[in-house]
């Protein structure tokens, strides 16, 4: 029978490398939550039109890539390809926003874009994100980039590059909208890319075609159309992030894949990963909640791609040898040890210890192999004599050093401690 093969251009995470995964993962979402954001969780498919109307029509991501399909009661259905419009559609549902304000959320899970699959874009991904919604000033636009930068730094990320521009608010982007149509308009563009422009004219920035792009060259740039207030809001962001030690770089083309952001927006590129360097991008986007029915609440966040952020600590090398090791692994050798191991095991690990046992009647230096591969800091050969004498040996294995202890599991489980 022909073997089962998981679907063209998924991420999949599995033994031993699912261990560092979810290792870049944990530490993502430790910064947020020691940055006060709260856990959402949220469905992985929403009514399609959260996302027509959220991400906006003239996206790739909305018009080539979403997952849609009618579920067995003829509703339209969307597999998520991003997280923010669904956690407005629930802040807007539940009243969240009712509440104390900012209302600071972060979410961690699966999202489904159907890209062309290739190395780090995957048509299943996984995203850490945070949204930090009902409060304007710059210094949560500081704080959501900064959580990100500390969670690149933390896991040792170097060759990474912040991005930050300002898409101002509604009048400074009104006008400069005005006059970039006008631009656009005296340019010969084929059918496609000018029914895109008519959604949104700043598509064109991004548009990865070289005689579009040099088409762009001289098209008006939303940074130099910036209002007062506008301008003032972007400056004190700058002004912030230097005061924080964050570098970045002022891209006033960088345009996001999604239509909703507005005011500050950045992206997080990495040195080493080629063609898909993006690690984690976001911004604000202060209309989203009304275009989705909710009230005029602001809002800013990102989302870091968890599957992009791991290639790139393994292309810098920077992922910790073991991470979650097992304190001790222990190889019985006979049945009685069996049992008793059985029991050991499961007292040390109400004492906090993480220990297993070579189950699969291994021996002794089968066992001892295995204690050697799963990582384990410490063996521990059980045999009849040690019951008996209630005393054993505990195998550093790092150094091969032996050290004594009673077969209590107290004293192991402190002594194992003693040692971290
Ligand atoms: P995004 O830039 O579309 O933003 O995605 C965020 C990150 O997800 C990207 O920087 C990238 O690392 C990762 N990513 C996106 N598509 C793929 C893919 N096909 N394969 C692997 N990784 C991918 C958002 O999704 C916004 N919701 C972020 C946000 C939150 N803005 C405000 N709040």
Known sequence: MAKFQAPKGVSEYFPPNSKYFEFVRSVLIQHATIAGYEPIELPVFEDTEVFTRGVGESTDVV???MYTFEDRGGRSVTLRPEGTAGVMRAVIEHNLDKGQLPVKL??????????????????????????????????????????????????????????????????????????????????????????RAELNPLRLFDDKREEIQSKMKTAPILLHYLNASSREHFEK??????????????????????????????????????????????????????????????GIGFGIGVDRVLLACQAEDVLPEHTNRLDLFVVP?????????????SELRKLGKSCDLAYGNKGLKGGMKSADKRGAKFALVLGDDEIVSKMCQLKLMSNGQMISSTLNASEL???????Q
């Open 237 to 298: 962001v700058k002004t912030h992030l230097e005061k924080l030690g964050i570098n970045f770089y002022i891209n006033p083309k960088m345009v996001r894949g999604l239509d909703y952001y507005t005011g500050t927006t950045f992206e997080f590129e990495h040195e080493l990963l080629g063609a898909q360097s993006g690690i984690g991008g976001g911004g604000r986007y202060d209309g989203l909640m009304k275009s989705l029915g909710g009230g005029e609440v602001s």
């Open 333 to 345: 050798i006979s049945q009685s040890a069996k049992d008793f191991g059985l029991n050991l095991i």
């Open 413 to 419: 489980a402190q002594k194992i401690g003693s040692f």
């Open 106 to 195: 972060c979410y961690s899970g699966a999202f489904f874009r159907a890209e062309r699959p290739q190395a780090g874009r995957y048509r299943q991904f996984y995203q850490v994100g945070i949204e930090a919604i009902g409060c304007d000033e710059p210094e949560l636009d500081v704080e959501v980039i900064a959580v990100a930068d500390s969670a690149f730094k933390a896991l040792g990320l170097k060759k990474y590059k912040l991005n930050i521009t300002s898409l101002g608010d509604s009048q400074s982007r009104e006008k400069h909208r005005k006059d970039l149509v006008t631009f656009i308009n005296g340019l010969k563009l084929d059918e496609a890319t000018q029914k």
């Open 63 to 65: 018009s080539k890539e």
